[in-house]
Structures are given as structure tokens and as C-alpha cells.
């Protein structure tokens, strides 16, 4: 069975502080590992992939199978990053759905 | 159209009732998928189109829920006998090639709310 874990609910930061958004998964093979921004009244949109390591908005996130954690990290934090975080996987082959965690609201203050 | 078209926006029924939920995907999307978004909760994977055909339906929470893409294009979301429970937003995704999860597009969801 493949899970993933958002512990946090709600997390607060100050404009301008470093943000780490915790993520963990559960998966017996190889998954692909994904983060999905949600900002208010719109729809849910792809922030980025662990595949392309890429870094999207001065967000980065990698994937460590060791720990099995796909934690995604900005080093300062701007008001237009409030929004909902959902990490999600796919676990490949014949399993073309995505298994999201439960999302993290991410709240930027002046 | 330019995104996933998802209709009616926010649908209130009664308890009993029949609903139905519309996707229009992206078009040349051959992959469409329905999640389910509970308050509080991360979307859950409904059912997954190949072009016309159901390649997994596994999702479904029991025979109330069905849907269908005829054409291999525009997909309904039918629920029957529509229970408090099944409050939620209905997410629609479309995605051109169904070998990877990379390239799915999400329509804006519909709002339904069993009273």
C-alpha cells in the first residue's frame, strides 16, 4: 500500500524566513514523488517534480529514499507563497494514480 | 478549451437524489481521472479513462458512484441515491499520455453539498 504523510496542518512563517514543508511516504518500490500548490480560488496545479530537480518559485525539494522524505524547502519565504501544499505519488507501472497527503497550509506574514 | 472544464461549479442536492458531474479535458488528453476532496483532506482517487474504457475503477466507493466516457472525451461522474456523506469537491484531471503522472491538468472542481 503506498501513503503519504503531511504531519503538518498548518504552518506560519514571517516574510523573508526559511520554509520547510515535511513530507513522507510509504511505497515498496520506486515511486515519483510530487508537489501540488493549491492558492486561493484557483485549482490545484503541479509546483514540481522530484525527476526534473528543478527548482520552481525558490522552491526545491529532494527526494531521500533513505529516510523516505520528499520535504520541500524555500530559504525566504514571500507573502505570495501562502497558499495549500499537497505532496503526492505515483507509484508507476500499471498504477497511474496519485495518493496525496492530507496538505499543509502554508501562511506568510508581513 | 485551454484547461479542464469541470460542470456545474458547486451543486446542492437533496439526500436521495441522482446527480451528475461533467468533465471536458484538454483536448487530445487521451488520460482523464476523478478524485474526491473531502474537508481536511487530500484529493482520493476516484476512477482512471483510457480513451473510453475504465482501466481502473478501483477507487469507487461503492456501486452508487459510476461514470462513463463514451467518446473518449467529455466524462460524467453519476452518483445515484446521493448520501450526506458523498459532500465533497469532485476533481477532474486530464493528462496526455497515461504513462507517467506528469502532465496531469486538474479543473477547478465541482462543489457538492447533500442536504
Known amino acids: 500500500a503506498q501513503r503519504v504523510t503531511q504531519p503538518e496542518k498548518l504552518l506560519s512563517v514571517f516574510k523573508g524566513a526559511p520554509v520547510e514543508l515535511k513530507c513522507n511516504y510509504s511505497?515498496?518500490?520506486?515511486?515519483?514523488l510530487f508537489w501540488y500548490v493549491q492558492y486561493s480560488r484557483q485549482r490545484l496545479q503541479l509546483l514540481l517534480r522530484?525527476?526534473s530537480r528543478e527548482s520552481i518559485k525558490g522552491f526545491t525539494a529532494d527526494l531521500n529514499k533513505g529516510e523516505t522524505s520528499f520535504h520541500l524547502k524555500k530559504p525566504f519565504a514571500q507573502e505570495e507563497d501562502s497558499a495549500m501544499y499537497y505532496c503526492?505519488?505515483?507509484?508507476?507501472?500499471?498504477?497511474?494514480?496519485?495518493?496525496f497527503g492530507k496538505g499543509t497550509l502554508l501562511t506568510v506574514n508581513p | 478549451g485551454a484547461g479542464v472544464s469541470q460542470t456545474p461549479s458547486n451543486k446542492v442536492t437533496e439526500k436521495g437524489k441522482y446527480v451528475e458531474l461533467r468533465c471536458d479535458p484538454i483536448s487530445g488528453h487521451t488520460a482523464l481521472y476523478w478524485y474526491r476532496q473531502s474537508l481536511g483532506q487530500g484529493p482520493e482517487f476516484l476512477i482512471y479513462?483510457?480513451?473510453?474504457?475504465?482501466?481502473?475503477d478501483s477507487g469507487l466507493p461503492n456501486d452508487r458512484f459510476f461514470a462513463v466516457r463514451p467518446e473518449g472525451s467529455v466524462s460524467t461522474l453519476k452518483i445515484q441515491r446521493t448520501e450526506r456523506g458523498d459532500s465533497a469537491v469532485y476533481l477532474c484531471?486530464?493528462?496526455?499520455?497515461?504513462?507517467?503522472?506528469?502532465?496531469?491538468?486538474f479543473g477547478s472542481g465541482t462543489r457538492l453539498t447533500v442536504v
Open positions: 479513462f483510457q480513451g473510453t474504457g475504465a482501466a481502473d
Open positions: 511505497y515498496s518500490g520506486s515511486p515519483e
Open positions: 503526492a505519488l505515483w507509484g508507476g507501472g500499471s498504477n497511474y494514480k496519485l495518493t
Open positions: 484531471a486530464s493528462s496526455p499520455d497515461s504513462g507517467t503522472a506528469y502532465g496531469y491538468t
Open positions: 522530484h525527476i
